[in-house]
Structures are given as structure tokens and as C-alpha cells.
């Protein structure tokens, strides 16, 4: 099996403590590093009522500057500049969970 499981997942474990204290849970996330940057999605949910753009605004504010460190870190070593980083938060309503 190639695929792991959802709390297997590094990008997970990381920040799935963090987004629990705004009310909310990971219900995906994904990396992929590509050429010219890294590509990282993180589908939300609400863990009460629907999840809103705000919401999905604080997540960005919470993981964007610890991702942009983490993966900053990487590409120094690399010996690569720093390129960019497209983060792209979806929500996920009751209605889609179900």
C-alpha cells in the first residue's frame, strides 16, 4: 500500500493540534514539491456549524508562516532560493461530508 493514512501523515500530525484549538479538523492534506514551488492543500471541516472563509483565513495565517519556515529551511540546503509556496485551503461543508 503506497498511500498512508490520513494521521499517518507528517503534514498531519503537525498541524492537526493546532487547527483542534480554532474548532476545526483536517479532514485532508497534500503536499506536492514541483519545479517551482511546493503545492500544499488542507480541506477543513467545522467541527460544530459550517466552516467559513474566515476560518479558512485563519488557517492560512497559522500554517502559512510555518510552512514557509519549514520549507524555506529545505530549499537552503538545497542550495535553491526560495521560489513560492501556493497554499489553498478548501472547506468542506456537513452537507459534502456526508
Known amino acids: ?38 503545492n500544499v492543500v488542507i480541506i477543513i471541516l467545522a467541527r460544530e456549524g459550517e466552516t467559513t472563509v474566515d476560518q479558512c483565513a485563519d488557517v492560512y495565517r497559522l500554517v502559512f508562516p510555518r510552512m514557509q519556515l519549514a520549507l524555506g529551511e529545505r530549499e537552503r540546503h538545497k542550495r535553491k532560493a526560495w521560489s513560492s509556496a501556493r497554499y489553498s485551503l478548501r472547506r468542506k461543508t456537513k452537507r459534502q461530508n456526508a
Open 1 to 38: 500500500m503506497l498511500e498512508r493514512t490520513l494521521q499517518e501523515n507528517p503534514l498531519y500530525i503537525e498541524y492537526e493540534p493546532l487547527l483542534a484549538q480554532l474548532g476545526l479538523t483536517i479532514v485532508e492534506i497534500a503536499q506536492a514539491n514541483r519545479r517551482e514551488g511546493v
